[in-house]
């Protein structure tokens, strides 16, 4: 991470004194290109990466992070922890108020909205992939209208800077006890952040406009506007033709395009992701690892990182971001080796079929590979072709199915009706994959949707949770990270190179680097650039 500060911090330097030379240009409008569309809206029940962004703009936590990384007060002004780091009270700010509904007055800010949002994330009934990263909190208690109090079950590292988790308002959510994707909150929440959702309008645009009465000062900008696209090639001539004034992630093959038109500015950034195929272990054609791991060395990654991204990534080994501490270099990826695959399934119990299909007590090694529409773009979809094609090499018939968003989602998430699909996850510094590979995040709209499930890998996860020594989560990281990669639950694929383009009279910007929006606060538009 320490290069990807340095970078923010050298490109701040250089904007600094652009920025105050034109600090009273505040308003204009925002458009940005979004690949795709957030199924909710909510920081609870979202689970994708366009929804995190929009939160970030529409909710607080009671702290955050500063562009120095730093942990800073937000909705709290200020906190002590005990001795035995069991005990963090909380002071709130007593100027915040809730974005108005629509027909009512702003209400204020208390300590009951952040019991109710604890209390919320916690009950069984609200599917959220937050549940497992806040397991550590015990009990919140109100001390009084401006203080809380949480204890935990035992101390943890960094543990203030989990505090970031967004409140959401007592009045916000319909049903009072726990929340669902259904609820009405979910598509239209407020919060007391920077900006409130104006509209979602006919074109599935989330529209926001700036909170007049942000606690932190009002923002610069008058309107974001997510605008979602099917299509990454649409979107960069919707930016090139001034349809758009930003795009949160180009598409690597469309970068030349744009290096060399000055009106745009492109901001690389590392959003602790990366690029996998997912198997449904539910089907017992995948239940046994030799035949996920003869996928895995079946295709060829570097290739395809080289051929389809301009090589503009790196290939990984299992399942913590490159980047990120959690990484472990030793484990190397496994080469491609067609005859290492298949052996693998040979020793599986696989044989040729009449048809060159291969088949184990009487099925065919048939699978289906489901992939969103909105990933439908040339990069992906050469992505996923060639999987198909290195695996027909080897005996094994992929079927591809393009999806509709929320179709998609529903059957992976909701019905688990596939057998592998073709996504990417974006994490934060803590590195917690306990969501995504805990046997007991296997369920309805759960990170797990795989259904895997490993006695040492649930033991790891939880022996790392309970540490306090860094090195020795590290430590721990590491075996994960080797477990999984021979366990191979996913083919991890590659982390790719972000960038951010943007027209230059977007002043300011500063990008962080997997929620994108916190520092947008201070962003400007040059009105003397505004018309060209």
């Given at each position: 991470?320490?290069?990807?500060?340095?970078?923010?911090?050298?490109?701040?330097?250089?904007?600094?004194?652009?920025?105050?030379?034109?600090?009273?240009?505040?308003?204009?409008?925002?458009?940005?290109?979004?690949?795709?569309?957030?199924?909710?809206?909510d920081p609870i029940t979202s689970n994708d990466m366009i929804a995190m962004r929009l939160t970030e703009l529409i909710f607080n936590g009671l702290v955050g992070i500063s562009e120095k990384?730093?942990?800073?007060?937000?909705?709290?002004?200020?906190?002590?922890?005990?001795?035995?780091?069991?005990?963090?009270?909380?002071?709130?700010?007593?100027?915040?108020?809730?974005?108005?509904?629509?027909?009512?007055?702003?209400?204020?800010?208390?300590?009951?909205?952040?019991?109710?949002?604890?209390?919320?994330?916690?009950?069984?009934?609200?599917?959220?992939?937050?549940?497992?990263?806040?397991?550590?909190?015990?009990?919140?208690?109100?001390?009084?209208?401006?203080?809380?109090?949480?204890?935990?079950?035992?101390?943890?590292?960094?543990?203030?800077?989990?505090?970031?988790?967004?409140?959401?308002?007592?009045?916000?959510?319909?049903?009072?006890?726990?929340?669902?994707?259904?609820?009405?909150?979910?598509?239209?929440?407020?919060?007391?952040?920077?900006?409130?959702?104006?509209?979602?309008?006919?074109?599935?645009?989330?529209?926001?406009?700036?909170?007049?009465?942000?606690?932190?000062?009002?923002?610069?900008?008058?309107?974001?506007?997510?605008?979602?696209?099917?299509?990454?090639?649409?979107?960069?001539?919707?930016?090139?033709?001034?349809?758009?004034?930003?795009?949160?992630?180009?598409?690597?093959?469309?970068?030349?395009e744009l290096q060399g038109d000055k009106r745009f500015v492109l901001q690389p950034y590392n959003g602790l992701s990366y690029a996998f195929f997912g198997y449904n272990i539910r089907n017992?054609?995948?239940?046994?690892?030799?035949?996920?791991?003869?996928?895995?060395?079946?295709?060829?990654?570097?290739?395809?990182?080289?051929?389809?991204?301009?090589?503009?990534?790196?290939?990984?080994?299992?399942?913590?971001?490159?980047?990120?501490?959690?990484?472990?270099?030793?484990?190397?990826?496994?080469?491609?080796?067609?005859?290492?695959?298949?052996?693998?399934?040979?020793?599986?119990?696989?044989?040729?079929?009449?048809?060159?299909?291969?088949?184990?007590?009487?099925?065919?090694?048939?699978?289906?590979?489901?992939?969103?529409?909105?990933?439908?773009?040339?990069?992906?979809?050469?992505?996923?072709?060639?999987?198909?094609?290195?695996?027909?090499?080897?005996?094994?018939?992929?079927?591809?199915?393009?999806?509709?968003?929320?179709?998609?989602?529903?059957?992976?998430?909701?019905?688990?009706?596939?057998?592998?699909?073709?996504?990417?996850?974006?994490?934060?510094?803590?590195?917690?994959?306990?969501?995504?590979?805990?046997?007991?995040?296997?369920?309805?709209?759960?990170?797990?949707?795989?259904?895997?499930?490993?006695?040492?890998?649930?033991?790891?996860?939880?022996?790392?949770?309970?540490?306090?020594?860094?090195?020795?989560?590290?430590?721990?990281?590491?075996?994960?990270?080797?477990?999984?990669?021979?366990?191979?639950?996913?083919?991890?694929?590659?982390?790719?190179?972000?960038?951010?383009?943007?027209?230059?009279?977007?002043?300011?910007?500063?990008?962080?680097?997997?929620?994108?929006?916190?520092?947008?606060?201070?962003?400007?538009?040059?009105?003397?650039?505004?018309?060209?």
């Amino acid at each position: 991470m320490n290069g990807i500060k340095l970078a923010i911090a050298v490109y701040l330097t250089a904007v600094t004194s652009v920025a105050n030379s034109a600090q009273d240009n505040a308003g204009g409008v925002l458009n940005y290109g979004e690949y795709g569309r957030p199924a909710t809206i909510d920081p609870i029940t979202s689970n994708d990466m366009i929804a995190m962004r929009l939160t970030e703009l529409i909710f607080n936590g009671l702290v955050g992070i500063s562009e120095k990384q730093e942990i800073i007060p937000e909705l709290a002004e200020k906190w002590e922890i005990d001795k035995e780091g069991k005990n963090y009270t909380f002071f709130l700010r007593k100027d915040v108020k809730w974005h108005p509904k629509p027909g009512e007055d702003a209400q204020p800010f208390t300590a009951d909205d952040v019991v109710f949002t604890f209390k919320v994330m916690a009950h069984p009934k609200t599917i959220t992939p937050l549940k497992v990263r806040y397991e550590f909190i015990d009990t919140v208690e109100k001390i009084d209208a401006n203080t809380v109090k949480f204890i935990l079950k035992r101390p943890i590292l960094n543990s203030l800077a989990k505090f970031t988790f967004k409140i959401i308002p007592k009045h916000g959510p319909k049903n009072p006890s726990y929340l669902t994707r259904e609820d009405p909150f979910a598509q239209r929440p407020i919060g007391t952040g920077p900006y409130m959702l104006k509209e979602i309008n006919s074109n599935q645009e989330v529209v926001l406009e700036v909170n007049q009465g942000y606690f932190g000062g009002k923002a610069k900008i008058q309107e974001f506007v997510a605008k979602p696209f099917a299509d990454q090639n649409i979107m960069v001539q919707a930016l090139t033709f001034n349809a758009i004034d930003m795009i949160v992630m180009v598409n690597p093959r469309n970068l030349p395009e744009l290096q060399g038109d000055k009106r745009f500015v492109l901001q690389p950034y590392n959003g602790l992701s990366y690029a996998f195929f997912g198997y449904n272990i539910r089907n017992p054609l995948l239940n046994d690892a030799r035949v996920r791991k003869a996928f895995t060395v079946a295709i060829n990654r570097q290739e395809m990182l080289k051929s389809f991204f301009n090589g503009q990534g790196e290939v990984i080994s299992g399942p913590f971001a490159p980047g990120s501490w959690a990484y472990n270099l030793d484990v190397k990826p496994q080469p491609f080796d067609k005859n290492k695959a298949i052996a693998l399934l040979k020793e599986a119990g696989f044989q040729p079929g009449s048809d060159g299909i291969l088949e184990k007590g009487g099925k065919k090694l048939t699978l289906t590979l489901k992939v969103p529409i909105e990933k439908e773009n040339e990069g992906v979809k050469r992505v996923v072709l060639a999987f198909k094609n290195y695996l027909k090499t080897v005996g094994a018939d992929v079927q591809v199915s393009f999806m509709e968003w929320q179709a998609w989602k529903e059957a992976i998430f909701g019905q688990h009706d596939f057998d592998i699909i073709f996504a990417s996850w974006v994490f934060d510094d803590s590195a917690d994959i306990s969501s995504l590979f805990h046997s007991a995040e296997i369920g309805a709209w759960k990170n797990n949707f795989g259904g895997y499930s490993s006695p040492e890998v649930d033991g790891l996860i939880v022996e790392s949770k309970l540490t306090l020594d860094h090195e020795k989560r590290r430590t721990i990281y590491r075996k994960l990270h080797e477990v999984l990669a021979d366990e191979a639950p996913y083919t991890f694929l590659w982390t790719l190179t972000n960038y951010s383009a943007y027209h230059k009279k977007v002043r300011h910007v500063a990008i962080h680097p997997y929620k994108f929006f916190p520092y947008a606060k201070s962003w400007f538009i040059s009105g003397e650039d505004e018309k060209i």
